[in-house]
């Protein structure tokens, strides 16, 4: 059966894991915003890793607040964490989604260039075809006068 303290310590440790997710969010809107896609790359690969912890620690707070036949009785200090956790958790999902907004937008900007760069590639390739100078046929004799 678990403890009070043992609830305090896992709010504690989320509160904590909260934290770092909020600045990797903060390094990877930073990624996204100047195209650095390692680092996004990076970012999230570690963010993943985080989020695991994240949710594999809130099922567990879940299992051991449940544990409890009444609510219990955390300090004030605690339950002033716990809150702030949540505002937490609700602002790191605005800002993901948010990232993931700008990261369509961006694909969309990309995939646009793509297209206007091969238009001008082929118009280009065709501007050099029609202006090469026709070549001659058959034997290309000079018949003009010096004379």
């Not at 075809?129 to 003009?144: H, I």
């Amino acid at each position: 059966m678990p403890t009070i303290a043992d609830l305090e310590q896992t709010i504690d440790t989320r509160y904590t894991q909260l934290e770092q997710l909020l600045d990797l969010t903060t390094q990877q809107e930073s990624a996204i915003e100047q195209g650095h896609m390692n680092e996004l790359m990076r970012v999230l690969g570690e963010k993943q890793r985080l989020i695991e912890q994240f949710v594999a620690m809130s099922d567990q707070f879940k299992r051991d607040y449940d544990a409890f036949a009444s609510p219990p009785k955390v300090s004030d200090e605690h339950r002033a964490k716990n809150q702030a956790g949540d505002q937490m958790h609700r602002e790191l999902l605005t800002r993901e989604t948010a990232c993931q907004e700008q990261l369509t937008v961006n694909r969309s900007d990309i995939a646009e260039q793509l297209t206007r760069g091969e238009g001008a590639r082929r118009a280009a390739a065709g501007y050099g075809k029609s202006a090469a100078p026709p070549r001659p046929q058959g034997g290309g004799l000079d018949l003009s006068s010096d004379a």
